[in-house]
């Protein structure tokens, strides 16, 4: 790997998990902007729920690969060895929606989300708004495509209040079954804390059946997802060949809590003929963008490279 593209939507359902590990407690990050720019660095961290068991990895269907123990094991060392060297903290989650496959590494670590809080918030609006009996207003609409697909920060300010701030917030995570993300205490929505296995836990939500939102609302968050702008189109892409469809959305900012070093965060899908993922990535602690993204794609092109290797016999 690295393979990239992005083309139509697709959708589907399948039952899986992420494997967990034990919960930590970190820093915070600012928001990330179509520039790059940092909101103002959050202080303090709030402490999280215990983590919710997620279900068992189902058994893969024929012809299809789970990595054996051997597998797990090698691929493990690899991604404990991309980081070295870099100074970087990272946590990545990968379920295989058509073989039940998963794999994670530092699952339940909080990080700083910077823009990846983007997508919670988009979701949320349409909660609320589901609840109210009616569908996102013209306006509504034109900011929350502005805040995905450009990654607006003024915009996202606004509609962080018309959820309800960090009240709302809590109230709308609890119903998209997120365990281990908490926002920040002065309400700085790029602060928000969360882990590679909520963020996981949204995507399901967003591209199967089991979430809150209706199948209207649903698909337009993925079309918001699959439309990004260019230039923010890395990251999950790294797991993509010609044809797939992609659908993501990315963080990135330098934070003044950590030396100016870079947070790099994507999360996202990809649906092909020859695979259907759900991929989250957070990180901090890098020495640039360009390095970040780079360890953010070789984590990925590493995990599902492995998930597509022919299945061993033990």
Same mark, same amino acid.
């Not at 009616?134 to 300010?157: F, H, K």
């Not at 993204?293 to 492995?306: F, K, N, P, R, S």
């Given at each position: 790997?690295?393979?990239?593209?992005?083309?139509?939507?697709? =959708?589907?359902?399948?039952?899986?998990?992420?494997? =967990?590990?034990?919960?930590?407690?970190?820093?915070?990050?600012?928001?990330?902007?179509?520039?790059?720019?940092? !909101?103002?660095?959050? !202080?303090?961290?709030?402490?999280?729920?215990?983590?919710?068991?997620?279900?068992?990895?189902?058994?893969?269907?024929?012809?299809?690969?789970?990595?054996?123990?051997?597998?797990?094991?090698?691929?493990?060392?690899?991604?404990?060895?991309?980081?070295?060297?870099?100074?970087?903290?990272?946590?990545?989650?990968?379920?295989?929606?058509?073989?039940?496959?998963?794999?994670?590494?530092?699952?339940?670590?909080?990080?700083?989300?910077?823009?990846?809080? *983007?997508?919670?918030?988009?979701?949320? =609006?349409? =909660?609320?708004?589901?609840?109210?009996?009616?569908?996102?207003?013209?306006?509504?609409?034109?900011?929350? !495509?502005?805040?995905?697909?450009?990654?607006?920060?003024?915009?996202?300010?606004?509609?962080?209040?018309?959820?309800?701030?960090?009240? &709302?917030?809590?109230?709308?995570?609890?119903?998209?079954?997120?365990?281990?993300?908490?926002?920040?205490?002065?309400?700085?929505?790029?602060?928000?804390?969360?882990?590679?296995?909520?963020?996981?836990?949204?995507?399901?939500?967003?591209?199967?059946? !089991?979430?809150?939102?209706?199948?209207?609302?649903?698909?337009?968050?993925?079309?918001?997802?699959?439309?990004?702008?260019?230039?923010?189109?890395?990251?999950?892409?790294?797991?993509?060949?010609?044809?797939?469809?992609?659908?993501? *959305?990315? &963080?990135?900012?330098?934070?003044?809590?950590? &030396?100016?070093?870079?947070?790099?965060?994507?999360?996202?899908?990809?649906?092909?003929?020859?695979?259907?993922?759900?991929?989250?990535?957070?990180?901090?602690?890098?020495a640039g963008y360009g390095p970040g993204?780079?360890?953010?794609?070789?984590?990925?092109?590493?995990?599902?490279?492995?998930?597509?290797?022919?299945?061993?016999?033990?």
């Open positions: 790997m690295p393979r990239r593209s992005s083309t139509a939507a697709a =959708l589907s359902t399948a039952a899986t998990a992420v494997a =967990l590990c034990l919960a930590m407690l970190l820093g915070l990050s600012g928001a990330s902007s179509a520039a790059g720019a940092p !909101e103002p660095a959050p !202080e303090a961290a709030v402490a999280f729920a215990p983590p919710m068991p997620l279900p068992a990895e189902p058994v893969a269907a024929p012809g299809s690969s789970v990595l054996t123990s051997a597998q797990r094991d090698r691929l493990a060392d690899r991604v404990d060895a991309a980081g070295e060297g870099t100074g970087a903290r990272y946590a990545i989650a990968v379920q295989d929606l058509r073989t039940g496959t998963a794999f994670s590494h530092n699952c339940q670590e909080q990080f700083a989300t910077a823009s990846v809080s *983007k997508l919670l918030i988009l979701a949320m =609006l349409h =909660l609320h708004a589901q609840e109210e009996g009616r569908e996102l207003t013209e306006g509504e609409l034109w900011q929350v !495509e502005q805040m995905i697909r450009y990654s607006d920060n003024e915009v996202t300010n606004g509609l962080y209040a018309r959820i309800g701030y960090n009240p &709302g917030f809590t109230e709308a995570a609890a119903r998209f079954g997120l365990t281990g993300t908490d926002p920040h205490p002065r309400a700085v929505w790029g602060g928000t804390l969360t882990t590679a296995c909520d963020q996981i836990r949204l995507l399901r939500a967003l591209y199967t059946d !089991e979430g809150p939102l209706t199948a209207d609302n649903r698909a337009h968050i993925r079309g918001l997802m699959e439309s990004v702008a260019p230039e923010q189109a890395w990251g999950v892409s790294a797991a993509a060949s010609e044809g797939d469809t992609v659908g993501l *959305k990315n &963080g990135w900012t330098p934070r003044e809590s950590d &030396g100016g070093l870079w947070a790099i965060n994507s999360v996202g899908y990809v649906a092909g003929p020859d695979r259907e993922y759900l991929v989250a990535v957070l990180s901090d602690g890098h993204i780079d360890l953010a794609e070789e984590l990925i092109g590493a995990v599902t490279g492995a998930m597509e290797e022919p299945a061993e016999i033990p």
